[in-house]
């Protein structure tokens, strides 16, 4: 196999885990390749390499198809003490809003599905900031008793990304001025955050980040480079969307490839490029991947390890879009 940058660590805030800057991811559109190519097999080859490749955290959720029972029987033979896990809890149900006894039954599914006594972190997963309220009153006790018992070593919760509105391609209806987290950061009781950050989306410089870093709280960043920034066309579609409704300045970006400026020397690709700037902040613990594919992993790996982005660079994206809090 091809030789890789050696991966880097960085301490996950107050929980003094050194974490490795690149996690995996197994949610997105891959689900570790199971909404993809379905091959168990190469899904397993993708843990795996993972590991070899230095990353020392892997991050699930119940419902990211059956990756918890998958992670379960792949990491079987693996010392539990090589590797960190990450799970949630869903705050909604079939029935309604969860309580605190459907928090600690997640809890337990979670830990029979990936064969362990213990999860690293338990984060609350897609908490808005109309949620945010109800969440710290009736579920972090249940968070709290869990951590008490030795099943959970760090709480977190994950800021709101699903939903689109549908009207055009550049609007979103999570939370794109990240109002939950900056309020879980004032409360100052979350261990770690889960945000969306990258080069479309840079919102969390302004409060968040500040915060975090005040605060001693680990930021794992989500999806640096989905969906806009992976996506050509999608991406072009954006830019003149954005520049329609006047948030970029007409001559701001050419129709066709918008961001192809950033592709020279050590920066192979857009996506390599969008890895390289969402390690830039030293607000950010570990930005996750995630792929179905060895090659991809590879790719992303060395693209995030390799020579950062230029300071130009760096500097030019945040004047483009720095202001902008839609979320994509």
Request: hydrophobic letters at 40%; aromatic letters at 4%; a negative charge.
């Amino acid at each position: 196999m091809a030789d890789h940058p050696e991966m880097t660590f960085r301490t996950l805030g107050r929980t003094g885990l050194e974490v490795s800057v690149v996690s995996l991811g197994t949610g997105g559109q891959s689900r570790l390749g199971q909404l993809t190519h379905g091959d168990r097999a190469a899904s397993a080859r993708v843990i795996r390499r993972a590991l070899e490749l230095g990353i020392n955290l892997i991050d699930t959720a119940p419902n990211y198809a059956d990756t918890e029972e998958f992670l379960g029987e792949v990491l079987g033979d693996v010392p539990r003490t090589a590797y960190l896990l990450a799970t949630k809890a869903p705050i909604t149900t079939r029935r309604g809003p969860a309580t605190p006894d459907d928090i600690v039954a997640s809890c337990e599914q979670s830990l029979r599905r990936l064969r362990t006594d213990y999860v690293d972190g338990l984060q609350l997963h897609n908490v808005g900031p109309e949620d945010y309220d109800a969440v710290v009153e009736h579920l972090y006790p249940a968070l709290q008793r869990l951590k008490e018992q030795g099943k959970v070593r760090f709480l977190g919760l994950t800021e709101r990304q699903e939903g689109r509105n549908g009207t055009s391609p550049g609007r979103a209806t999570g939370d794109p001025a990240h109002a939950a987290l900056s309020r879980a950061l004032d409360d100052d009781i979350w261990d770690t955050i889960g945000v969306k950050y990258g080069v479309l989306n840079q919102v969390a410089e302004h409060e968040v980040f500040p915060k975090a870093l005040a605060r001693n709280v680990g930021v794992l960043n989500m999806s640096a480079v989905r969906v806009k920034l992976a996506q050509p066309d999608q991406l072009a579609a954006l830019t003149a969307d954005w520049k329609a409704r006047g948030l970029l300045d007409e001559d701001a970006l050419p129709e066709r490839d918008p961001l192809e400026f950033l592709v020279k020397g050590d920066v192979p690709s857009v996506i390599a490029a969008g890895y390289k700037f969402a390690l830039d902040h030293p607000a950010i613990t570990s930005v996750l991947v995630g792929t179905g594919s060895v090659a991809h992993l590879e790719e992303n790996v060395a693209a995030a390890l390799g020579a950062p982005l230029p300071s130009a660079d760096a500097v030019h994206l945040r004047k483009l879009f720095g202001h902008i809090a839609e979320g994509v």
